[in-house]
């Protein structure tokens, strides 16, 4: 694959048009939900967009660490707090690797017969 092939589609207003037209109460629905959830509110716009940032790492949608950095910067987050927010998303996603690591332990212990029972109380 060469570096200028794409993966993934680029997004263009026939692709959007044709969601639209495939489920159009859906879209207008999902339009609307997304509109009231980046709203301001009792978190501002701009954190909203950060915090959108940083899942969009964890999903790993490409469209959405484009659409969602954009839409920081116009919210007014710099590049510092955009790239803070992407290391808070990498801190969580090692995290939870990190964590889950007691069920490999658990089954280690389990299937090696070395398992033994919390004492009560």
Same mark, same amino acid.
């Given at each position: 694959m060469s570096e *200028? !092939?794409?993966i993934y589609p680029t997004v263009t &207003? !026939? %692709?959007?048009?044709? *969601?639209k #037209?495939?489920?159009? =109460? /859906?879209?207008e629905a999902f339009k609307? %939900? #997304?509109? +009231?959830? %980046? $709203?301001d509110g009792a978190i501002p716009a701009k954190t909203k967009q950060l915090i959108a940032v940083a899942v969009a790492h964890v999903t790993q949608c490409?469209?959405?660490? &484009?659409?969602? /950095? =954009?839409? $920081?910067?116009q919210k007014g987050a710099t590049s510092e707090q955009i790239m803070e927010a992407i290391w808070v998303a990498a801190e969580m996603r090692a995290g939870g690797a990190?964590?889950? +690591?007691?069920l490999a332990l658990d089954t280690i212990a389990e299937t090696q017969g070395l398992r /033994? !029972?919390?004492k009560a109380g």
């Open positions: *200028r !092939e794409q &207003r !026939e %692709f959007a048009e044709q *969601r #037209s495939l489920a159009p =109460k /859906t879209a609307a %939900f #997304s509109q +009231s959830v %980046f $709203a490409p469209y959405c660490i &484009r659409g969602h /950095t =954009k839409l $920081a910067l990190y964590a889950h +690591s007691i /033994t !029972e919390p």
